[in-house]
């Protein structure tokens, strides 16, 4: 769910690309647009389409859980890669339970 107040979009999206390639410009918009086309998010703010700071955790979960991490204060104490971050902001009738308040982590849509 998204942390800002309405009238800001409900749902946030973080989208972790398995590279540290820089994306070309004119191919971002391309594949924002995809993501949003397949599954069904019919509005977009606050896009922010860049390199990050990207750790994991080994969970009960069968892959590594990937964090965004942000204070650079807390990427001096654990391990990181750089990797490319598409964070924006949306609004899809698909994710229901992010509307409801759940994390993204709560529920699997395959």
Not at 2 to 25: G, K, Q
Not at 71 to 84: F, G, K, R, Y
Request: hydrophobic share 40%; aromatic share 8%; with cysteine.
């Amino acid at each position: 769910p998204s942390m800002m107040a309405p009238p800001a979009l409900p749902i946030h999206f973080t989208i972790i690309l398995n590279t540290s390639d820089p994306i070309p410009e004119e191919i971002k918009p391309h594949i924002v647009e995809k993501f949003c086309r397949e599954h069904g998010i019919t509005s977009t703010s606050d896009l922010i389409f860049e390199a990050g700071r990207i750790a994991f955790a080994m969970t009960a979960q069968e892959t590594p859980m990937p964090r965004h991490l942000i204070d650079p204060a807390e990427a001096n104490t654990i391990p990181w890669v750089s990797l490319q971050i598409i964070d924006f902001l949306g609004d899809a009738e698909r994710f229901k339970e992010a509307k409801d308040g759940l994390s993204g982590w709560s529920y699997s849509h395959n």
